[in-house]
């Protein structure tokens, strides 16, 4: 680890990581894995997050945009990529000549992938998307014949090769919900009919972190794992990230940049809404919603410094808020861990979520660029052939990878 003084770090393990995506392994062991590195991997950064899942042994790697998958391959990814949220005049041709598989979710989109087809001299692995459900991106049921036959029409004249028929859940993060059941049986339905028509997709997946967790009814081909990969739980109601064997990946940090001594009846931060009840002292952390941290932490949000859990004095501003320490002592450039594993008692990106009205994932998810990521737990691809290698116990036991001896 560079151990050059910084205001903040956000540290990504990325042998945890590796565990995590070997614990999700074991929880699909049918299926094949893809692991979303989309939104920079949830804010981990994608690049070596997408190398340390590749070497535990993810098969498929998802993107989001078209420009993080052609990053991807700029980076020297050559495994299977899938990206989902295309638009109108979007870089279909160089997701071609990339080999990405491209989400087709209407025929405006197959059309946009014949002209790059034409352009590119060569054809397009795609994948089919049905709306089973959620009511984002993805065809209609009732459209659904129309896109199949012009797929299957671009493949017989071998302008694409349609390599799955994927969907996405809309509550698959609450156990027992009536939609997920309706869900599959349209999913069913979608690909019993696109086989039918002669279509033979490699994969045919549906399944999310929640359900690749508690549903392997859903597995079918591939699991798209997110948040679990990164150590956080999909949702309180299945479980934390620890009843799954899962190890959050990232923790945040960030030095005092002011310790100082105030009398009663101090006003803390804009507004004043804090004033210290008694003289005490004060810490100055210097981070703020700039970095990603939630204003909505004013007040609510909680660190660990010296030791002790601390709750936010006051607003947080734009590059810094406060901790209240009482009596008790700290020096600038002591550290305060905003969130992590929990090893030291720190809280988690859940504990923000929750603390703030939101998700661990957003908590994770926007922490800015101004937070210099250092990574450790690296390995080479022996090392890594080794991990992926070795048995994975059940994770439910409480012995599979990922949890912490």
Request: hydrophobic share 45%; glycine share 12%.
């Amino acid at each position: 680890m560079n151990e050059t003084p910084m205001r903040a770090r956000a540290v990504v393990d990325l042998a945890a990581l590796r565990a995590n995506v070997r614990v999700l392994r074991a929880r699909a062991p049918k299926a094949q894995l893809m692991a979303v590195v989309k939104a920079d991997a949830y804010g981990h950064g994608a690049v070596p997050c997408a190398r340390a899942a590749r070497q535990a042994g993810a098969a498929w790697l998802g993107t989001a945009t078209p420009q993080e998958a052609l990053a991807l391959r700029a980076a020297g990814d050559t495994g299977r990529l899938l990206c989902w949220l295309w638009t109108p005049g979007g870089p279909f041709r160089e997701a071609v000549e990339a080999d990405i598989d491209i989400t087709v979710s209407g025929l405006w989109a197959l059309e946009e992938v014949l002209t790059a087809v034409r352009a590119a001299g060569r054809p397009a692995r795609i994948q089919l998307k049905i709306d089973t459900g959620l009511g984002r991106n993805g065809c209609t049921p009732g459209d659904w014949e129309k896109l199949v036959a012009a797929a299957r029409e671009a493949e017989a004249a071998g302008a694409v090769r349609v390599t799955g028929v994927w969907s996405h859940f809309a509550c698959a993060d609450e156990p027992g919900h009536p939609s997920i059941g309706a869900q599959l049986a349209v999913f069913r339905d979608a690909v019993a009919y696109a086989e039918a028509q002669g279509l033979t997709p490699e994969v045919r997946h549906i399944a999310n972190s929640p359900a690749a967790l508690t549903l392997p009814e859903a597995h079918f081909d591939l699991v798209r794992t997110g948040v679990a990969v990164y150590g956080i739980s999909p949702s309180p109601e299945l479980g934390t990230s620890g009843d799954f064997g899962l190890r959050p990946v990232m923790t945040l940090t960030a030095s005092l940049a002011s310790v100082k001594r105030v009398p009663a009846g101090h006003g803390v931060s804009y507004g004043h809404l804090y004033t210290t009840p008694g003289e005490t002292t004060l810490a100055l952390v210097p981070v703020g919603y700039a970095d990603g941290i939630p204003r909505a932490a004013s007040g609510t949000g909680e660190v660990l410094v010296g030791g002790k859990r601390r709750r936010i004095a006051g607003r947080v501003a734009m590059d810094q808020f406060v901790v209240d320490l009482g009596d008790d002592t700290a020096e600038p450039g002591d550290e305060a861990v905003l969130f992590g594993p929990g090893d030291r008692g720190e809280p988690g990106a859940e504990d923000w979520g929750r603390a703030t009205g939101t998700i661990g994932y957003e908590v994770v998810t926007r922490i800015t660029g101004r937070v210099p990521r250092v990574y450790v737990g690296e390995a080479d691809d022996a090392t890594a052939a080794a991990e992926a290698s070795a048995p994975s116990a059940d994770p439910a036991d409480g012995t599979g990878p990922g949890v912490s001896a």
